[in-house]
C-alpha cells in the first residue's frame, strides 16, 4: 500500500516539515558527492550499533562523538528509493501533526522519535557493523502521534490489485495499524539473524512509532478551561 495523500488540511503552513524536508534531500546531495568515500562517511555519521560495545576506556570516550550520530543519521539515505519513500510519509502525514503540536514542539518530537528508533535498533542488534540511516525512525514517531490524533482521517491509498492498481480511503487507524502490525511482524522474523546483514531497521520503526505515541501524551498542548 502506497499513501497518495490525507483529507486533513492544514490550519497553518507546516514550516519545520518543510526545513526538514530540505534538509534530508540536501544531505543526500552531499552523499552523493562523497564518491568512493561514501561508505566512510555512513560509518562515520551513522549509528552502528557495533561501536558502542565497550572494551577499552577509548571505546568510553568515544561516547560522546557516537552520540552525535543519533542525529545525523536521522538525515542520510541508502538510496534514492530510500529517500523518497521516507519523504514521501513525511510530507503526508507530518504537516498535520505539527499544525496540532506547533513548531518547536514538532522537531522535538520527530528528533526525540528519531533517537528512540536508533535506541531500538541498537538493543535488537547490538553487535552489528552495518550503519543505520534514515528519517524513517523519526518519521515512524510522526505516524504514532497521528495515529492518536487522527485516527478517523482519511488516507488515499494505492493499492496493487494483481496487474492493477486502485485507489482507496482508509481510515487512518486502519493504515497506520496495519503499517505498524507489519513492522512488528517484520521485527520478529529478524531475531537470531546474522548481524551482518543489511535491510530493513524494523525495530527503529517499531521503537519510533512507539515513543510518538507516548511523547505525544508529554508534548500535546493542554486545552486552557
Known amino acids: 500500500m502506497i499513501p497518495l495523500r490525507d483529507t486533513i488540511p492544514s490550519r497553518r503552513t507546516a514550516w ?19 564518491g568512493p568515500a561514501l561508505e566512510v562517511f555512513l560509518y562515520r555519521f551513522g549509528v552502528v550499533p557495533s561501536h558502542w560495545m565497550v572494551s577499552t576506556l577509548q571505546d568510553v570516550l568515544d561516547w560522546p562523538r557516537l552520540t552525535i550520530t543519533f542525529l545525523t543519521s536521522q538525515f542520510l539515505h541508502g538510496s534514492l528509493l530510500h529517500l523518497a519513500s521516507n519523504m514521501l510519509y513525511l510530507w503526508i502525514f507530518a504537516d498535520n501533526v505539527e499544525d496540532r503540536l506547533g513548531h518547536a514542539r514538532f522537531l522535538l518530537l520527530y528528533l526525540g522519535s528519531g533517537v528512540a528508533a536508533a535506541v531500538a535498533q541498537l538493543l535488537a542488534s547490538p553487535s552489528s557493523h552495518i550503519p543505520m540511516v534514515g528519517a524513517s525512525g523519526a518519521i515512524a514517531g510522526i505516524l504514532g502521534a497521528y495515529l492518536l490524533l487522527f485516527p478517523s482521517a482519511k488516507i488515499v491509498t494505492l493499492v496493487p490489485l494483481g496487474f492493477f492498481l486502485q485507489t482507496v480511503e482508509l481510515p487512518a487507524f486502519l493504515f497506520l495499524g496495519l503499517w505498524f502490525l507489519l513492522q512488528w511482524v517484520q521485527g520478529l522474523t529478524t531475531i537470531g539473524q546474522v548481524a551482518d546483514v543489511g535491510g530493513i531497521a524494523f525495530w527503529a520503526h517499531v521503537g519510533g512509532f512507539v515513543f510518538g505515541m507516548a511523547g505525544l501524551a508529554i508534548l500535546r498542548p493542554r486545552r486552557r478551561w
Not at 16 to 34: D, G
Open 16 to 34: 519545520v516539515t518543510r526545513i526538514l524536508l530540505i534538509a534530508n534531500v540536501a544531505a543526500f546531495v552531499v552523499e552523493l558527492r562523497q
